[in-house]
């Protein structure tokens, strides 16, 4: 929690690419760790007052029968986030955030979105370094910072679960379960710290 803290008030010069970077990380960790193909492909019809619903581009070739919509309940951080860098026309067809246009084959639309993850974790990178963050903090993090911040406050893994878009609980354990071994190691590491103090 303090690291993402320290992440969330780390100053930028505003409309930065830097500063841009780090509010899409943010976003996507405030947002069910929505990826960025996701947050990228995000329109105002997905909006509804405080909520965004929305399927995950991963599922889009699933039945629809068998797809859960996601619902994020917005923060104001992240309706901060929407304001500053989304499409000034907020029609219901307009894409929220301007990275994709309409029209674009999926060779395009991929190119961009890759495009943007590596913007991100570039300058993630960065800021993390010169935080004295010693892990590697990329797109794909944030959706682990989000998913640890509620395994930890005690949120139902039933509720983390749907939060992801997962579609077993046994999905989101192996999920969790991936990561937590992090945390045993930096643990085990403590065992011997007397070392580093010699």
Not at 87 to 106: E, G, V
Not at 144 to 149: D, M
Request: hydrophobic share 35%; proline share 5%; charged share 25%.
């Amino acid at each position: 929690m303090a690291e993402l803290e320290q992440i969330f008030h780390y100053p930028t010069i505003s409309n930065s690419s830097e500063d841009k970077a780090r509010d899409f990380w943010v976003f996507s960790c405030l947002c069910n760790g929505m990826n960025i193909k996701d947050i990228c492909r995000l329109k105002y019809s997905n909006l509804d007052g405080d909520k965004l619903i929305f399927y995950r581009a991963k599922t889009e070739n699933t039945k629809k029968s068998n797809q859960k919509p996601i619902v994020v309940f917005l923060t104001p951080e992240a309706k901060a986030i929407i304001e500053k860098w989304g499409n000034p026309a907020k029609l219901s067809t307009s894409y929220i955030f301007p990275i994709l246009q309409p029209n674009i084959t999926p060779q395009q639309e991929r190119a961009l979105v890759q495009y943007l993850t590596k913007q991100v974790n570039k300058y993630m990178k960065r800021i993390v370094e010169t935080l004295g963050i010693d892990k590697p903090v990329t797109t794909y993090a944030a959706r682990h910072s989000f998913s640890t911040v509620l395994k930890r406050s005690g949120a139902p893994i039933e509720f983390i679960s749907e939060s992801l878009g997962h579609n077993s609980l046994q999905t989101t354990e192996h999920y969790l379960d991936s990561f937590e071994d992090d945390v045993k190691k930096q643990y085990a590491n403590l065992l011997t710290k007397f070392k580093d103090d010699a």
